[in-house]
Nanobody, 121 residues
């Protein structure tokens, strides 16, 4: 089993930047893809970004492409989501996840508890 703990959420103004962090423990995380999902009230969970176990391949949803950057540090078992030019529509609970393929949302099978990001306009 893998345990995932997110941090770094908060309340920011539109246009600001924020970095989310996710600490992984348990299963050897460096052999698995890592990703970030988000869920806004009344909406389905959205696959935001994914990174391969090596860090060399990434996936981004069109809604965040060019504004968000996913990265990982396997030595520390950490994955990050750097978010810039934040918009009100980025407001959601953000979840860290791990799975078999960095770009296939259906292969993510372990989730953290989530961290709230609120962007005020």
């Amino acid at each position: 089993q893998v345990q995932l703990v997110e941090s770094g959420g908060g309340l920011v103004q539109a246009g600001a930047s924020l970095r989310l962090s996710c600490a992984a423990s348990g299963r050897t995380s460096r052999y698995y893809a890592m990703g970030w999902f988000r869920q806004a009230p009344g909406k389905e969970r959205e696959f935001v970004a994914g990174v391969s176990w090596s860090g060399s391949s990434t996936y981004y949803a069109d809604s965040v492409k060019g504004r968000f950057t996913i990265s990982r540090d396997n030595a520390k078992n950490m994955v990050y989501l750097q978010m810039s030019s934040l918009k009100a529509e980025d407001t959601a609970v953000y979840y860290c996840a791990t799975g078999g393929s960095y770009y296939r949302r259906e292969e993510y099978d372990s989730w953290g508890q989530g961290t709230q990001v609120t962007v005020s306009s």
